[in-house]
């Protein structure tokens, strides 16, 4: 078929410059193996185009990608089947011109080749009407669609309102109003109606059926968005050819203050926050398959409060069904996770703020209209009294302190997800579990104490030599103790409970300096960003290859990892992951007893 070429820069320029051409391919065109004796350079300038140099995996390129063709390695390249490919080529060393041509790639090889089409409309039917989001290097992006429409505070969201025409989805959506967490100060702003989504896709409209990575932001139960720029799901889509889709909720306050003694229509707003992102797992049941998901292989993953929304999840029978496997990382503390709120302690929460607003059973409608400052405001002030009175450690400096969290009230929450008996909720039963920590967490931060030891004695060096064989003896004076033990907990009694497998791991490399509270993010997102940049190529590779693996089929695996155990209690199979990452058993069980000897799990 016909190839359009013309010259950009001769290879006789009096210059001496790099011979340069732009070059056209017709759909289905595509060009014999060849070779450039001094290498080539592609830049792609339009339409959808495939590259491939021998015996690596076939590259397609969109506008503004770049490929090199090293000097003397044979390749092809040329456009998809459905759209025509332009790109400059050039010929980098003008020495070096010499050209050979080999067989073409054959009929039955290019039909094998992954389809892919231009869009340069990519409008997305959803049940409440159609949304329009961009496209660019090979990712469709939708941002800020309404899952759901909060019409009233401290009740559940509705069905959204459907709207005419196509909406565009081009702008993150609002957040919720952001509350105080660990001994921060509230920021307010954001809005109560803030049930929106953000969608990153390879294709729609395909019939992809790819896994669906549905991410739960940290920032406790109290802060944080979505729409971090560090969470966007650009480079983890592409790369692992999935379905990142972000999640906005009611946080704080708005989230999970109980007022379910003050009427009916409140029955549930100890747990709208939740409720929000169980709206959210529905919506992506009635829609996800159009932007090329499968809705019947839905992963829950989060980092932090992110994690321990996912444990609520597990925990609560209303979520049931509406995934199938869940990921947290560093998403437990013995008053977050591994514990809610008790009704006890919710209740009287409830009774503080409503004292300081002066609100009663006689005009709780009141509190529909008072500002969030004033509500945020009294919320925080009847947080430090409950801690105080119920003696609540505080997770981060000495003393009591709480946050906003979840309240197992009987019903949403039928127990704790951690049951008193030592078993797990019956609602996770059935969901693997992928749960970790990181060696570090907050020991290397200067944040309001760290749980670490001043000193290395001779019994500590010895243990987290055997526990962490290779790191420095100096490491072992920041070793996580608030997180692990809690971690450890629910994988033991997870798996205990006979159902689907636990996957444990640490998080021990230290490609930003040390393996601190997010520092896997960069990684598995493939992003620069809050978090820093996290580290090399070859981490990167492996961190979202093992996340997305666990998404496609419930196993982490990666080239890069040995085969990855089940964790039982006997043989306590843990991951370290780490540049060299190696399967470990019970490897840190007595390290724990010196560092945290008052937990029993």
């Given at each position: 078929g016909p190839v359009y070429l013309?010259?950009?820069?001769?290879?006789?320029?009096?210059?001496?410059?790099?011979?340069?051409?732009?070059?056209?391919?017709?759909?289905?065109?595509?060009n014999n193996w060849h070779t450039h004796e001094g290498g080539q350079i592609l830049i792609a300038t339009d339409g959808i185009g495939y590259h491939q140099i021998e015996g690596q995996p076939v590259e397609v390129l969109y506008p503004g990608d770049v490929a090199f063709c090293p000097p003397g390695v044979k390749h092809w390249h040329g456009g998809s089947a459905d759209t025509s490919f332009a790109h400059i080529a050039v010929n980098t060393n003008p020495e070096k011109p010499g050209l050979e041509w080999f067989d073409i790639l054959s009929d039955e090889e290019y039909a094998q080749l992954p389809r892919v089409k231009e869009s340069s409309d990519p409008v997305v039917k959803t049940t409440a009407g159609s949304v329009r989001g961009s496209f660019h290097n090979g990712i469709y992006s939708y941002l800020g669609i309404p899952y759901a429409e909060a019409k009233e505070m401290f009740v559940p969201a509705s069905e959204v309102t459907p709207w005419d025409g196509v909406r565009d989805a081009l702008d993150y959506g609002a957040t919720s109003p952001q509350g105080s967490f660990l001994g921060g100060s509230s920021s307010g702003g954001g809005d109560n109606n803030c049930q929106n989504l953000n969608i990153w896709t390879p294709g729609i409209h395909d019939g992809g059926k790819r896994p669906v990575m549905v991410w739960l932001h940290g920032g406790g139960f109290a802060s944080g968005s979505a729409n971090d720029a560090g969470y966007n799901g650009t480079n983890l889509s592409s790369y692992g050819d999935v379905v990142v889709v972000g999640v906005n909720h009611r946080l704080n306050i708005t989230?999970?203050?109980?007022?379910?003694?003050?009427?009916?229509?409140?029955?549930?707003?100890?747990?709208v926050g939740i409720m929000d992102i169980i709206d959210a797992l529905q919506w992506i049941q009635d829609n996800i398959e159009a932007f090329g998901g499968d809705p019947q292989n839905v992963t829950v993953f989060g980092q932090s409060g992110g994690g321990a929304k996912v444990l609520a999840l597990m925990g609560t029978p209303y979520a049931k069904g509406l995934f199938q496997k869940g990921i947290i990382q560093s998403g437990a503390t013995p008053t977050v996770g591994e514990t809610f709120h008790s009704l006890e302690v919710s209740k009287r929460l409830t009774e503080l703020v409503l004292e300081k607003l002066n609100i009663s059973k006689n005009n709780i409608e009141e509190i529909q209209s008072i500002p969030y400052s004033e509500l945020s405001a009294a919320g925080d002030a009847a947080l430090a009294q409950a801690a105080q009175e119920y003696q609540i450690a505080a997770p981060l400096a000495e003393g009591y302190g709480t946050e906003w969290e979840p309240v197992i009230e009987g019903d949403f929450f039928p127990t704790e997800v951690l049951t008193g008996d030592g078993g797990f909720a019956e609602s996770?039963?059935?969901?693997?579990?992928?749960?970790?920590?990181?060696?570090?967490?907050?020991?290397?931060?200067?944040?309001?104490?760290?749980?670490?030891?001043?000193?290395?004695?001779?019994?500590?060096?010895?243990?987290?030599?055997?526990?962490?064989?290779?790191?420095?003896?100096?490491?072992?004076?920041?070793?996580?103790?608030?997180?692990?033990?809690?971690?450890?907990r629910i994988m033991v009694q997870k798996a205990n409970q006979g159902g689907a497998p636990v996957y444990g791991y640490v998080f021990t490399y230290e490609g930003a300096g040390s393996s601190y509270h997010g520092a896997e993010l960069p990684l598995i997102f493939r992003n620069d960003g809050m978090f820093g940049s996290g580290g090399s190529d070859e981490m990167k590779d492996t961190m979202a290859?093992?996340?997305?693996?666990?998404?496609?089929?419930?196993?982490?695996?990666?080239?890069?990892?040995?085969?990855?155990?089940?964790?039982?209690?006997?043989?306590?199979?843990?991951?370290?992951?780490?540049?060299?990452?190696?399967?470990?058993?019970?490897?840190?069980?007595?390290?724990?007893?010196?560092?945290?000897p008052e937990y029993d799990y």
């Open positions: 013309s010259s950009i820069i001769s290879g006789d320029n009096v210059a001496g410059a790099p011979e340069m051409h732009y070059v056209v391919f017709e759909p289905g065109v595509i989230g999970f203050l109980d007022l379910s003694d003050y009427g009916e229509k409140y029955r549930y707003s100890a747990n996770g039963k059935d969901i693997p579990l992928l749960i970790g920590s990181n060696l570090n967490e907050w020991t290397t931060f200067n944040f309001g104490g760290d749980n670490t030891e001043d000193t290395v004695s001779e019994e500590l060096a010895a243990a987290f030599a055997t526990a962490y064989p290779g790191k420095p003896e100096s490491e072992a004076a920041h070793v996580d103790t608030l997180i692990r033990p809690s971690i450890r290859d093992l996340w997305v693996s666990f998404a496609r089929n419930g196993v982490p695996s990666a080239d890069s990892v040995p085969e990855w155990e089940p964790f039982t209690r006997d043989n306590g199979a843990t991951m370290i992951l780490d540049e060299t990452s190696y399967m470990a058993h019970h490897h840190d069980e007595e390290l724990m007893k010196i560092l945290a």
